[in-house]
């Protein structure tokens, strides 16, 4: 951020990292100047804007980053300028992300609404535990799955076959088309888990909880071949 600080006749042209230091930067030029400094306004840029600015009133220049009050560098100001309030001991910003609310979350830059938003889209509430939305953390895991395939296992046929078949019956158990039932062991009140016997039909399940699961031979020596229901759909 590019600043301009009149003190007297002479106007100071600098550059500081963010708004936060902006405060700070007035009042150390406040307390080695013996006269008092007035902020006149702020405009985006960087180290190398700062130098051109240098620069372009190089005809006014005094000494250090200080020019000469000049009605060129003025007119400059009042058109290239905003001005950053000051309120107390804080700069007070707008949102980056709406542009309207004041910051209340300083690191992030955030008013107290967009705070609490998806951190991508900005637009709908984050997912519990995360800090995106569900449709943004979908996009987010299908760039990464594609940004870095060295990483993935990839899967033999049995395992694709039984990872298609579990998700095709999880499918038709979220639309409801198939309906979950208690562990097929009569007496048995354990939570159960969906197994297959045959992973090219998909939709002929078997409901058993582990143990019984392990009894049979469907867990373990198969590998992974249970789907874990939800806990609100255990029965």
């Known amino acids: 951020m590019i600043y301009f600080i ?6 100071k042209i600098g550059f ?6 902006l405060r700070n930067r007035i009042s150390n030029l406040q307390t ?3 006269i008092e400094v007035t902020l006149l306004g702020a ?13 372009k009133f190089a005809d006014y220049y005094l000494h250090g980053e200080w020019f000469m009050a000049h009605a060129e560098i003025t007119a400059f100001i009042e058109t290239n300028c905003y001005f950053p309030r000051l309120t107390g001991r804080s700069v007070v910003e707008e949102c980056r992300s709406c542009g309207k609310a004041p910051v209340t979350s300083r690191h992030a830059r955030l008013c107290e609404v ?14 519990n535990g995360q800090r995106y939305c569900n449709e943004c953390f979908a996009t987010f895991a299908r760039e990464q799955y594609h940004r870095r395939p060295d990483k993935r296992r990839k899967l033999s046929d049995v395992e694709l076959l ?13 639309r409801g088309k198939l ?28 409901f058993l909880c582990r143990q019984h699961a392990k009894d049979l031979g469907l867990y373990g020596s198969r590998g992974r071949t249970r789907t874990d229901l939800p806990e609100s759909h255990c029965l």
Do not use: F, W
């Open 6 to 11: 009149q003190g007297g006749d002479a106007i």
């Open 114 to 127: 967009c705070r609490l938003l998806c951190s991508r889209c900005r637009k709908n509430p984050p997912a």
């Open 179 to 206: 309906q979950i039932r208690p562990c097929e062991v009569e007496g048995c009140q354990t939570p159960p888990s969906l197994y297959h016997k045959d992973y090219s039909k998909p939709l002929d399940v078997t």
């Open 162 to 174: 039984a990872s298609r078949a579990r998700a095709y019956a999880r499918t038709y158990i979220k």
């Open 16 to 21: 500081v990292g963010g708004t936060r230091a």
């Open 32 to 34: 080695n100047c013996p």
């Open 43 to 55: 405009m985006d840029g960087d180290l190398v804007m700062e130098k051109a600015l240098h620069l």
